[in-house]
């Protein structure tokens, strides 16, 4: 007699191809799986040329090349291509196994899910062709493996070389209805968005020589410089110059630099700002960079810091200060993405105790632009004395007993300039604002008289002739 309480019967837990495509493609943009596929392609370089983070420019000479249209998606590089122990370990799998392959690379790719999602998101066939300097294979992706729950091996066939330089083709075809529409040349918003976020989320890999282009024209960067005087200025009192820091400890290094990317705002500006005219903040806020990708652009809300720990919530008045938060290590988990790859963990721990640096430098510079706000034209000719340069060439230029250890830990430094400060008020001396509304075109054409420069603010042009007047009138 066979009692069923005791019986054994077992389940089907295998998981579905569907639900992984539709798991995998839900919560991302088209443009960001784009941009999962140059991220391999960065990596495909970190493996083949040893990056060294000091080298002004690491990725000169590779490149990749982007083709939308409504009949298929083409990216080719020559990165180097997919090395044969990877393709076999985790680069066609879904997600990535506990082992020791491709550890060694600056990597922002944590799951192993990338280029899958990338495909899937696009079309129902592709094509991947790689070739690296010992061999090179082929691998087909057809509709029916995609329904298929019962085999998930994919063919890898090993050819003959086809490609002009070592790298990786991939191929997709038999796009979903509203990629084609959106890859379309008719249909110019896709292309135009992916474009613009390659530009900012590649401008630090792209000012480090490696060469984007989307169906035929060449990426440019949006580089990110701050305000600074110069080694021969950083020993006096005053200089206008950056908040620096900088950890190094257990396999992940971090730098902060927040400064000045251009003069203090006018009141013009904000007041045009305010009323939506103009949009002198793009550059503003903070941009956070991870192993060389940025993940977070020009960010001015409370995951940066902005309104938080006395540091005042973001306003135009901030329009001038810029920060940026390098991260880089080895291990990804210890990086603070998301799995998207283009969002910050806030909840990390790591960059909970970043962010106190962050809003320390940030503290100085809205500081300053507080007290200088009555003097502005003044603070105009000291900050026009400074220079925009990159940030990582300031921290290697600034002299050792400049920095100070935090809390005497050696692992963390910091650099904090002292910037300069408008003369003190003399209260016996009153005060009133003069303000008019002149034609913009007439306030060009007294710009240009006195400045030589038309664009000149509103409010300059105006300190400068009651200047001149007064300077006649004491005559």
């Keep these: 007699m066979t009692d069923n309480n005791h019986i054994l019967n077992q389940l089907d837990a295998s998981p579905t191809k569907k639900f992984f495509v539709e798991m995998l493609t839900r919560d991302i943009e088209i443009e960001d799986a784009i941009l999962d596929l140059l991220d391999n392609c960065v990596d495909g370089i970190q493996r083949i040329a040893n990056n060294n983070n000091e080298h002004h420019q690491p990725y000169k000479g590779f490149w990749a090349k982007l083709t939308l249209s409504s009949d298929h998606f083409i990216i080719e590089d020559n990165c180097g291509g997919i090395p044969k122990d990877i393709a076999e370990s985790y680069a066609f799998r879904m997600g990535r196994p506990n082992n020791n392959i491709d550890n060694d690379v600056y990597t922002i790719g944590t799951y192993g899910i990338g280029m899958k999602r990338a495909i899937f998101k696009m079309g129902r066939s592709s094509e991947i062709v790689s070739q690296t300097n010992n061999e090179s294979f082929t691998v087909k992706i057809h509709p029916e493996w995609l329904i298929d729950d019962n085999d998930w091996h994919l063919p890898l066939e090993f050819t003959d070389p086809i490609l002009e330089q070592s790298g990786t083709l991939i191929k997709v075809t038999n796009l979903y209805s509203h990629i084609q529409q959106g890859f379309s040349p008719l249909q110019s918003t896709v292309v135009n968005s992916l474009v613009n976020k390659i530009a900012y989320n590649y401008s630090y890999i792209i000012d480090k020589g490696f060469s984007i282009i989307v169906n035929g024209k060449k990426v440019t960067s949006q ?34 630099a927040v400064g000045f990317y251009r003069g203090t705002a006018s009141q013009t500006e904000v007041d045009e700002e305010m009323e939506g005219n103009r949009k002198s903040s793009e550059k503003a806020g903070w941009t956070i960079v991870c192993n060389d990708r940025v993940i977070l652009y020009c960010d001015k809300t409370r995951l940066t810091g902005w309104g938080e720990e006395k540091v005042p919530s973001y306003h135009p008045q901030f329009i001038a200060i810029s920060g ?44 300053y632009t507080n007290k200088w706000k009555e003097n502005l034209p003044q603070e105009k000719k000291i900050s026009a004395k400074a220079t925009e340069v990159d940030p990582i060439e300031i921290f290697t230029t600034i002299p050792d007993n400049l920095w100070k250890p935090v809390r005497g830990k050696n692992y963390e430094k910091k650099y904090s300039p002292k910037l300069p400060m408008p003369p003190a008020k003399n209260s016996t001396i009153k005060r009133k604002n003069i303000k008019f509304a002149r034609p913009i075109q007439e306030i060009q054409i007294v710009a240009e008289y006195l400045f030589e420069d038309a664009d000149r603010e509103a409010s300059e042009v105006g300190d400068e002739c009651f200047e001149k007047v007064l300077k006649e009138a004491n005559e």
């Design 324 to 367: 940026i938060v390098y991260f880089r290590s080895k291990d990804t988990k210890k990086l603070p993405i998301t799995s998207t790859k283009r969002g910050i963990d806030a909840s990390s721990d790591i960059y909970l105790y970043i962010k106190n640096y962050m809003r320390e430098g940030m503290k100085l510079f809205t500081a």
């Design 223 to 256: 580089p990110f410089n701050l305000l600074w005087e110069g080694t021969d200025k950083i020993s006096e009192r005053e200089t206008i110059a950056p908040y620096l820091y900088k950890y190094d400890k257990d396999g992940i290094e971090i730098k902060i």
